[in-house]
């Protein structure tokens, strides 16, 4: 379905109900954004989202320093979510762990989760921050859906509480670089389009120091785990993050749906 055409070019994420003739106020942030940075005024049309209700041509009713109100016209593009897929990473080095978010958000996860493992590095993140990070790159991608960044928790626990019918994909640069893989390992591509698209999936990504023996073990013990390898070099976690988004999306992602 087409929306209607609009010049537009300013995205916004918002929290409020968006709908035909729904007024939606501004906060100090957001008017400073729009009406000090993008100089725009009265009349002048922004095109909002809010994770739920698809994206809206609104134009601005009111501009002013610490606010200001926007009147949505027009649903320029229905709602469309992405595949049920979470990516599992090891936060690492500050900008290259914002780099994995922001590439997770647009390249169509719908969960991001950031784990410790027994050799992450980082012991806290500022999930609040990768949140805003999600939310821009959804901003900026056109996308009308913005994944939650959950908190860190531990890898050990969050396998414990595993959903059932969840699969993981998952990444081990052991098999790189001449390692032996274990039985029942594949290369990705191959790997995944043996399963079934419409099944609930995560991808698990390692640290920089790789993953422990013990670690090693258990996931490969996992009835729901598929070890496959991402190639014949280690790379480094961020790369792994998208090269992994990238095979699975290619397998069993979205990437080939028709638009809505």
């Given at each position: 379905m ?9 995205r916004?994420?918002?929290d409020?109900?968006?709908g ?6 501004l ?7 729009l ?9 002048a049309?922004?095109?909002?989202f809010?994770g ?14 610490r606010?200001?109100?926007l ?16 990516l599992?990473?090891?936060?690492i ?6 780099f ?16 410790q493992?027994?050799?992450t590095?980082a ?10 990070h ?10 009308t859906?913005?994944?939650?960044v959950?908190?860190?928790i ?9 959903p059932?019918?969840?699969?993981l ?8 670089d ?11 591509l ?6 079934t698209?419409?099944e ?9 120091g ?6 090693r073990k258990?996931?490969l013990?996992?009835?729901?785990a598929h ?12 790369t792994a ?7 699975w999306q290619?397998?069993l992602g979205?990437?080939t749906?028709p638009?809505?």
């Amino acid at each position: 379905m087409l929306g209607p055409m609009t010049d537009a070019k300013i995205r916004l994420f918002v929290d409020q109900p968006l709908g035909a003739g729904q007024t939606v106020p501004l906060d100090r942030d957001q008017a400073h954004y729009l009406f000090g940075v993008m100089r725009l005024s009265a009349g002048a049309g922004v095109l909002l989202f809010n994770g739920r209700d698809g994206e809206w041509l609104a134009r601005v009713a009111e501009a002013g320093k610490r606010g200001g109100i926007l009147i949505c016209e027009a649903q320029t593009r229905p709602l469309r979510r992405p595949p049920d897929l979470w990516l599992l990473f090891a936060p690492i080095k500050k900008a290259r762990t914002d780099f994995i978010v922001e590439k997770a958000a647009e390249m169509g996860a719908a969960r991001i989760i950031p784990v410790q493992t027994d050799f992450t590095n980082a012991e806290r993140i500022r999930q609040d921050r990768l949140q805003a990070h999600a939310v821009e790159a959804a901003e900026q991608c056109g996308g009308t859906y913005v994944p939650e960044v959950a908190d860190l928790i531990r890898l050990d626990r969050l396998l414990a509480d595993w959903p059932e019918g969840r699969h993981l994909m998952f990444c081990d640069e052991g098999f790189a670089d001449g390692g032996a893989a274990p039985e029942g390992a594949s290369s990705a591509l191959p790997g995944l389009r043996r399963t079934t698209p419409a099944e609930p999936w995560a991808i698990l990504i390692g640290p920089e120091g790789g993953f422990s023996a013990a670690e090693r073990k258990r996931l490969l013990a996992l009835p729901f785990a598929h070890p496959v390898s991402l190639g014949p070099r280690i790379l480094r976690a961020d790369t792994a993050a998208v090269a992994a988004l990238t095979l699975w999306q290619a397998a069993l992602g979205d990437w080939t749906r028709p638009a809505a």
